[in-house]
């Protein structure tokens, strides 16, 4: 029997078409098999896609799986932002109860889901667990990524420690000086596919707080290639995991148990776009706070819909 599913193009974390995150949304995908699901997303060919299914639990209201034109990925954040735009365009925001979240559960586990706003204006967020904060890396695996980006220890932000981010998805985090030497990386994406596997990162995400864009602190990069995506125009994920290092390395200010910031990227790739990231904070032991959940917020911008059949 022939099957007909729905496929949207969605560019997320802007407002203008033709920028930030390009993700393939595909609805009603509970009949598409594993091999499918990968044969589409690579036909697609962009970064991440989402499918999106039935729940199969009650703790849960929609499940997503990502996958890119390579592998699934445990969780996609820009791909989450352009999910729930097309569900909410589409009248269907799949929200129980009196909360206004929706309970989205991937490879990862399950996150929250708000729609703020409503029309042309509605940003979505995205609400995670306070990621864990890894190992920082020796001097060796540091020369070896330095070396691989074609950046020397005099580029680094000396503020930043090189650290592995993340639970599911890690990430490892590079500040460097300025936007001079995001401007200069030349990526060795062989030699960072075996870094990867080496220091447990799937992705580099390098970052600097010294930059020209007016309304935000940090301006980045990021490169996953072993996850199949040679560099990935406007990361949500890796700005949640940011805002977890800032916090924890004293760069953000807290007030009234949160932080907030605007992170750039994009903008080497001819893609701008931003991440809007909020942190809540909860009461710890000797004055100290202790971080308790992560959003992730952005707009995002239809750039078609169509039909396959199957």
Request: aromatic share 6%; net charge neutral; charged share 20%.
């Amino acid at each position: 029997m022939t099957r007909r599913i729905r496929i949207f193009q969605v560019d997320a974390f802007t407002t203008d078409r033709f920028t930030g995150n390009p993700a393939g949304v595909v609805l009603d995908a509970d009949s598409l098999t594993d091999v499918e699901m990968l044969a589409i997303a690579r036909e697609l060919n962009n970064a991440d896609t989402a499918f999106v299914l039935k729940p199969d639990a009650a703790d849960h209201d929609l499940r997503v799986r990502f996958f890119t034109p390579r592998t699934e990925a445990s969780f996609v954040g820009h791909a989450t932002v352009a999910t729930h735009f097309v569900l909410s365009r589409e009248g269907a925001p799949p929200i129980k109860g009196s909360s206004g979240r929706a309970k989205q559960k991937q490879k990862s586990g399950l996150v929250d889901v708000e729609v703020r706003g409503e029309g042309a204006v509605r940003r979505i967020a995205i609400r995670q667990p306070a990621p864990p904060l890894g190992r920082q890396l020796n001097d060796r695996e540091r020369l070896a990524v330095l070396d691989a980006l074609a950046l020397s220890t005099g580029d680094i932000d000396t503020r930043c420690p090189l650290r592995i981010v993340g639970g599911a998805g890690t990430r490892l985090l590079i500040g460097v000086r300025s936007t001079d030497q995001l401007k200069q990386l030349k990526p060795d994406f062989s030699r960072l596919t075996t870094l990867s596997a080496q220091l447990g990162a799937a992705g580099f995400f390098v970052f600097t707080l010294a930059h020209g864009f007016t309304g935000c602190l940090t301006e980045s990069r990021m490169f996953c290639p072993a996850l199949g995506i040679p560099e990935d125009p406007v990361s949500g994920n890796a700005h949640g995991l940011l805002g977890a290092y800032l916090a924890e390395q004293g760069l953000l200010q807290l007030a009234g148990g949160s932080a907030k910031f605007t992170g750039a990227q994009g903008h080497h790739l001819n893609r701008a776009g931003r991440v809007d990231v909020e942190l809540e904070f909860a009461a710890a032991q000797e004055n100290h706070s202790k971080l308790d959940g992560v959003w992730i917020v952005g707009q995002a911008v239809s750039i078609f819909e169509t039909e396959m059949e199957l």
